[in-house]
């Protein structure tokens, strides 16, 4: 079986070599494609074709994607978390050492100067106390989510001889395993921020994460701490910023996302959003990315989906049927009675699910007539089935 993937960004050539081109047909102009392929690209205007049954981005983030609407036809959204874990994380640090030691500013400064050798060092010597700062070790900072990205942060940290508070309710085991033990675990939020001199946010973008950082817990924060967000911009209360850093209270703002408010402000830190951008994290998020992928159209496994369950079904022989469908009861049960009537025997047989959706993997001992879809498609609470 050939698959038809659609591209809507430049995707890095290592990753496109992992889709074999005698059963891959990828384009950025293509018709009835089976799945999407994109980086950035904004899909909420986007008319989605009906034969799509996948989406996948080559990064972490989906605030792109139109999620919900695509998880009502039954399509998993698919990213690749971890993949440019290093490349953010070196980014923070670096973030950390422009906060600690007012590297930009200086920088600046020393720009501006006129006149001679020895004019510039003579003003150079009057004017570098201003740019005084401090060393991280004995400093403490406090990690907000801890998945691939804040994992790094928090043992890198460590690794510079600071105090490290972490706090996320829903850390999975994977990352608990990796996250040192030397990483202290905040009571809450607001104990996170009332105890740390830099504050760094790894957590996405949503309801509950929008306006994190506000005047609250900013107000929390020792004089003269640092706030650093390289994850997403709504999820600082910029206003609250920059009203911490005009009244002494915060000492600089570290950011990936440049605003008019922010850009010029002489202790905040602006970056063009660079989080990702290396040569390596693009290629590591393509290639984990079209892995993933691959896997699902030709296998019905499901990894790194922000909206499907986890689900890999280790394959019996050649016949296997994916669903995706409402998490309701009895849902198995149609499922079963509807192959049953068609003789077919279950040889495995994988069901989880994940909010309102569930997703079921089976492997059968006879091949599946075609029609067998059509029937699984038409009971109610099915959102999509196919053979794999």
Same mark, same amino acid.
């Given at each position: ?95 950390? !050492? ?20 020895? #004019? ?109 967000? !390289? ?25 990936? !996302? ?37 896997? !699902? ?42 192959? #049953? ?48």
């Amino acid at each position: 079986m050939s698959y038809k993937i659609l591209t809507l960004n430049n995707i890095s050539v290592r990753g496109l070599e992992r889709l074999p081109r005698d059963r891959y047909e990828v384009a950025s102009e293509i018709g009835h494609p089976d799945a999407i392929l994109l980086r950035s690209a904004d899909m909420h205007t986007m008319d989605v074709p009906a034969s799509v049954i996948a989406v996948a981005r080559a990064g972490a983030g989906t605030n792109n994607i139109p999620v919900a609407s695509l998880s009502r036809r039954g399509v998993p959204v698919f990213n690749a978390p971890g993949a440019n874990a290093n490349a953010v994380k070196e980014l923070v640090l670096a973030g950390m !050492f422009l906060a600690a030691r007012n590297i930009c500013q200086a920088w600046g400064y020393v720009r501006s100067l006129q006149g001679d050798d020895h #004019a510039i060092e003579d003003a150079i010597e009057k004017g570098k106390k201003q740019f005084v700062g401090h060393e991280l070790p004995t400093r403490t900072l406090g990690v907000v989510g801890l998945g691939a990205i804040g994992v790094e942060v928090a043992n890198a940290a460590l690794g510079l001889r600071m105090k490290v508070l972490g706090y996320d309710p829903q850390i999975t085991v994977q990352r608990a395993w990796q996250l040192s033990s030397g990483v202290e675990q905040a009571l809450s939020l607001d104990d996170l921020f009332a105890r740390a001199d830099m504050v760094t946010v790894h957590v996405p973008l949503n309801d509950a994460t929008r306006g994190l950082v506000n005047a609250n817990r900013i107000r929390l924060m020792r004089r003269g701490s640092v706030i650093l967000n !390289f994850a997403r911009a709504p999820i600082v209360d910029e206003a609250a910023v920059l009203q911490g850093l005009d009244a002494g209270h915060l000492a600089s703002y570290v950011c990936d !996302f440049p605003t008019r408010a922010v850009k010029d402000h002489p202790r905040v830190v602006a970056l063009p959003h660079l989080g990702a951008s290396t040569g390596e994290a693009e290629e590591n998020c393509a290639i984990m990315v079209a892995d993933t992928l691959r896997d !699902f159209l030709e296998n019905g496994n499901v990894r790194n989906s922000v909206n499907f369950p986890e689900a890999v079904l280790p394959r019996i022989g050649e016949n296997r049927i994916a669903i995706a469908n409402d998490n309701v009861p009895n849902m198995v049960g149609q499922i079963s009675t509807c192959l #049953a009537e068609e003789k077919l025997n279950i040889a495995d047989l994988l069901n989880k699910s994940r909010g309102d959706l569930a997703y079921t993997l089976i492997d059968t001992d006879a091949p599946i007539p075609a029609g067998i879809i059509a029937r699984l498609r038409s009971i109610p609470g099915v959102l999509a089935a196919r053979l794999v």
